[in-house]
Protein backbone atom coordinates (compact mmCIF):
# COMPACT_ATOMS: atom_id res chain seq x y z
CA UNK A 1 0.00 0.00 0.00
CA UNK A 2 1.19 3.73 -0.86
CA UNK A 3 2.41 5.59 2.12
CA UNK A 4 0.13 8.47 2.74
CA UNK A 5 3.13 11.05 2.45
CA UNK A 6 3.25 10.20 -0.98
CA UNK A 7 -0.30 10.03 -2.06
CA UNK A 8 -1.02 12.65 -4.62
CA UNK A 9 -4.21 12.45 -3.99
CA UNK A 10 -5.34 14.86 -1.15
CA UNK A 11 -8.93 13.25 -0.59
CA UNK A 12 -7.44 9.83 -0.65
CA UNK A 13 -4.76 10.64 2.45
CA UNK A 14 -7.28 12.10 4.13
CA UNK A 15 -9.45 9.21 4.00
CA UNK A 16 -6.52 6.76 4.60
CA UNK A 17 -5.45 9.11 8.05
CA UNK A 18 -9.15 9.45 9.30
CA UNK A 19 -9.98 5.50 8.53
CA UNK A 20 -6.83 4.57 10.94
CA UNK A 21 -8.29 7.18 13.21
CA UNK A 22 -11.68 5.90 13.24
CA UNK A 23 -10.29 2.25 13.55
CA UNK A 24 -8.13 3.90 16.50
CA UNK A 25 -11.53 4.44 18.42
CA UNK A 26 -9.89 7.73 18.86
CA UNK A 27 -8.05 6.99 21.84
CA UNK A 28 -4.88 9.21 22.69
CA UNK A 29 -2.50 6.91 20.54
CA UNK A 30 -4.40 6.60 17.83
CA UNK A 31 -4.50 10.39 17.82
CA UNK A 32 -0.97 11.46 18.08
CA UNK A 33 -0.66 8.88 15.18
CA UNK A 34 -2.81 11.07 13.07
CA UNK A 35 -1.34 13.78 13.88
CA UNK A 36 2.15 12.41 13.14
CA UNK A 37 1.22 10.99 9.93
CA UNK A 38 -0.60 14.04 8.59
CA UNK A 39 2.72 16.65 9.87
CA UNK A 40 4.73 14.01 7.60
CA UNK A 41 2.77 14.63 4.68
CA UNK A 42 2.17 17.87 5.34
CA UNK A 43 6.52 18.58 5.01
CA UNK A 44 6.72 16.11 2.19
CA UNK A 45 3.67 17.28 -0.10
CA UNK A 46 5.17 20.95 0.34
CA UNK A 47 8.92 19.91 -0.34
CA UNK A 48 7.49 18.34 -3.55
CA UNK A 49 5.83 21.80 -4.94
CA UNK A 50 9.02 23.94 -4.59
CA UNK A 51 7.69 26.43 -7.25
CA UNK A 52 4.35 26.67 -5.40
CA UNK A 53 6.05 27.07 -1.99
CA UNK A 54 8.36 29.95 -3.49
CA UNK A 55 5.40 31.38 -4.48
CA UNK A 56 3.48 31.54 -1.24
CA UNK A 57 6.90 32.81 0.69
CA UNK A 58 6.75 35.60 -1.62
CA UNK A 59 3.78 36.30 -1.28
CA UNK A 60 3.26 36.15 2.66
CA UNK A 61 7.34 37.88 2.17
CA UNK A 62 4.83 41.36 0.83
CA UNK A 63 2.50 40.98 3.25
CA UNK A 64 4.65 40.87 6.05
CA UNK A 65 5.99 43.63 5.16
CA UNK A 66 2.82 45.55 4.26
CA UNK A 67 1.84 44.15 7.99
CA UNK A 68 4.84 45.71 10.26
CA UNK A 69 3.35 48.01 13.25
CA UNK A 70 -0.06 46.30 12.78
CA UNK A 71 -2.22 44.66 15.09
CA UNK A 72 -2.74 41.55 14.66
CA UNK A 73 0.07 42.15 11.96
CA UNK A 74 2.47 40.27 11.35
CA UNK A 75 1.67 37.49 13.61
CA UNK A 76 -1.40 36.89 11.28
CA UNK A 77 0.67 36.36 7.95
CA UNK A 78 3.03 34.14 10.04
CA UNK A 79 0.07 31.84 10.52
CA UNK A 80 -1.36 32.55 7.31
CA UNK A 81 2.11 30.93 5.41
CA UNK A 82 2.17 28.11 7.81
CA UNK A 83 -1.08 27.08 7.80
CA UNK A 84 -0.67 27.68 3.94
CA UNK A 85 2.58 25.58 3.68
CA UNK A 86 1.33 22.93 5.71
CA UNK A 87 -2.10 22.10 2.95
CA UNK A 88 0.40 22.67 -0.10
CA UNK A 89 -0.27 18.73 -0.98
CA UNK A 90 -4.13 20.03 -1.38
CA UNK A 91 -2.68 21.48 -4.77
CA UNK A 92 -2.12 17.47 -5.95
CA UNK A 93 -0.54 17.52 -9.52
CA UNK A 94 -0.36 21.56 -10.07
CA UNK A 95 3.02 22.84 -9.25
CA UNK A 96 2.40 27.03 -8.60
CA UNK A 97 -0.30 29.07 -7.17
CA UNK A 98 -3.08 30.16 -9.31
CA UNK A 99 -4.38 33.85 -9.83
CA UNK A 100 -7.51 33.03 -7.60
CA UNK A 101 -5.32 31.36 -5.06
CA UNK A 102 -3.53 34.47 -4.45
CA UNK A 103 -6.84 36.67 -4.24
CA UNK A 104 -8.15 33.99 -1.91
CA UNK A 105 -4.75 34.83 0.13
CA UNK A 106 -5.24 38.20 0.24
CA UNK A 107 -8.83 38.28 1.58
CA UNK A 108 -6.92 35.87 4.41
CA UNK A 109 -4.79 38.93 5.19
CA UNK A 110 -7.00 41.43 4.72
CA UNK A 111 -6.73 41.36 8.87
CA UNK A 112 -3.61 42.62 8.69
CA UNK A 113 -2.81 45.16 6.24
CA UNK A 114 -2.99 48.60 5.55
CA UNK A 115 -7.34 49.31 5.31
CA UNK A 116 -8.20 45.79 6.59
CA UNK A 117 -10.37 47.70 9.05
CA UNK A 118 -11.81 50.33 7.37
CA UNK A 119 -15.57 50.88 6.41
CA UNK A 120 -15.28 49.20 2.89
CA UNK A 121 -13.13 45.98 4.16
CA UNK A 122 -16.38 43.72 4.55
CA UNK A 123 -17.53 44.94 0.86
CA UNK A 124 -13.71 44.42 -0.27
CA UNK A 125 -13.74 40.54 1.11
CA UNK A 126 -17.44 40.21 -0.74
CA UNK A 127 -15.60 41.01 -3.77
CA UNK A 128 -12.59 39.22 -3.53
CA UNK A 129 -14.52 36.14 -2.68
CA UNK A 130 -16.73 36.43 -5.81
CA UNK A 131 -13.68 37.15 -8.17
CA UNK A 132 -11.45 34.27 -7.02
CA UNK A 133 -14.14 31.74 -7.36
CA UNK A 134 -15.20 32.97 -10.74
CA UNK A 135 -11.74 33.39 -11.71
CA UNK A 136 -10.72 29.67 -10.68
CA UNK A 137 -13.54 28.42 -12.51
CA UNK A 138 -12.94 30.26 -15.86
CA UNK A 139 -9.24 29.55 -16.09
CA UNK A 140 -10.00 25.43 -14.72
CA UNK A 141 -7.79 26.42 -11.76
CA UNK A 142 -10.34 24.81 -8.62
CA UNK A 143 -8.55 22.76 -6.54
CA UNK A 144 -8.60 21.27 -2.56
CA UNK A 145 -6.00 23.87 -1.99
CA UNK A 146 -8.49 26.53 -3.54
CA UNK A 147 -11.62 25.39 -1.62
CA UNK A 148 -9.55 24.78 1.64
CA UNK A 149 -7.88 28.66 1.38
CA UNK A 150 -11.24 29.98 0.74
CA UNK A 151 -12.74 28.25 3.99
CA UNK A 152 -10.20 29.90 5.81
CA UNK A 153 -9.71 32.92 4.03
CA UNK A 154 -13.65 33.11 4.70
CA UNK A 155 -14.24 32.33 8.28
CA UNK A 156 -10.60 33.94 9.81
CA UNK A 157 -11.38 37.47 8.14
CA UNK A 158 -15.00 37.13 8.98
CA UNK A 159 -15.21 36.42 12.46
CA UNK A 160 -11.97 38.88 13.31
CA UNK A 161 -14.15 41.58 11.80
CA UNK A 162 -17.60 40.78 13.54
CA UNK A 163 -15.53 40.11 16.56
CA UNK A 164 -13.33 43.40 16.87
CA UNK A 165 -15.68 45.82 15.01
CA UNK A 166 -19.47 44.80 15.38
CA UNK A 167 -20.69 46.38 17.93
CA UNK A 168 -23.87 44.07 18.31
CA UNK A 169 -23.63 41.35 20.57
CA UNK A 170 -26.48 39.78 19.05
CA UNK A 171 -25.06 39.92 15.26
CA UNK A 172 -21.86 38.61 16.66
CA UNK A 173 -23.38 35.46 17.81
CA UNK A 174 -25.12 34.73 15.04
CA UNK A 175 -22.19 35.17 12.79
CA UNK A 176 -20.09 33.52 14.68
CA UNK A 177 -22.07 30.60 15.12
CA UNK A 178 -23.44 30.59 11.38
CA UNK A 179 -19.68 29.81 10.30
CA UNK A 180 -18.95 27.55 13.41
CA UNK A 181 -21.71 25.07 13.13
CA UNK A 182 -20.80 24.08 9.24
CA UNK A 183 -17.14 23.46 10.26
CA UNK A 184 -17.87 21.60 13.31
CA UNK A 185 -20.61 19.55 11.35
CA UNK A 186 -18.19 18.40 9.17
CA UNK A 187 -15.73 17.70 11.01
CA UNK A 188 -17.75 15.24 13.20
CA UNK A 189 -19.03 13.17 10.35
CA UNK A 190 -15.61 12.57 8.96
CA UNK A 191 -14.84 11.46 12.33
CA UNK A 192 -17.32 9.32 12.68
CA UNK A 193 -17.64 7.48 9.42
CA UNK A 194 -14.06 7.93 9.00
CA UNK A 195 -13.88 9.69 5.39
CA UNK A 196 -14.24 13.39 4.58
CA UNK A 197 -17.80 14.44 3.87
CA UNK A 198 -18.92 15.98 0.31
CA UNK A 199 -18.81 19.66 0.18
CA UNK A 200 -21.31 21.14 2.58
CA UNK A 201 -25.02 22.09 0.72
CA UNK A 202 -25.26 25.33 -0.08
CA UNK A 203 -27.97 25.28 2.59
CA UNK A 204 -25.69 25.04 5.52
CA UNK A 205 -23.89 27.96 4.34
CA UNK A 206 -26.91 30.23 3.66
CA UNK A 207 -26.98 31.68 6.80
CA UNK A 208 -23.24 32.55 6.66
CA UNK A 209 -23.21 34.28 3.31
CA UNK A 210 -26.35 36.21 4.90
CA UNK A 211 -24.66 37.11 7.72
CA UNK A 212 -21.88 38.54 5.82
CA UNK A 213 -23.32 40.73 3.99
CA UNK A 214 -25.12 42.10 6.79
CA UNK A 215 -21.81 42.37 8.99
CA UNK A 216 -20.65 44.18 6.24
CA UNK A 217 -22.84 46.70 5.31
CA UNK A 218 -23.31 47.68 8.76
CA UNK A 219 -19.63 48.67 8.93
CA UNK A 220 -19.96 49.91 6.22
CA UNK A 221 -22.09 52.46 6.99
CA UNK A 222 -21.58 52.83 10.68
CA UNK A 223 -20.65 56.33 12.38
Known sequence: ???????????AATN???RELREGRLAPAAL?????QAARRSVHQAVGHPR?????????????????????????????????????GLLEHRTRLAVAD????????LPALPGGAGRASGMLAIGLDLADGRLARRQG?????????DTFADAAFWMWLTWRHEPSRTVRTAAIAAWAFPVVTLTGVAVRRGAMPERPRPVLLR???????????????RR
Open 52 to 88: ALVELTALHAGLYALAAGRRPGRRWVATSWGLSVLHL
Open 16 to 18: ALL
Open 102 to 109: VLTLLRAN
Open 207 to 221: PAAALQAVVAVRHLT
Open 32 to 36: VRFLD
Open 1 to 11: MQPVAEMTDSR
Open 141 to 149: TVSPFGDYA
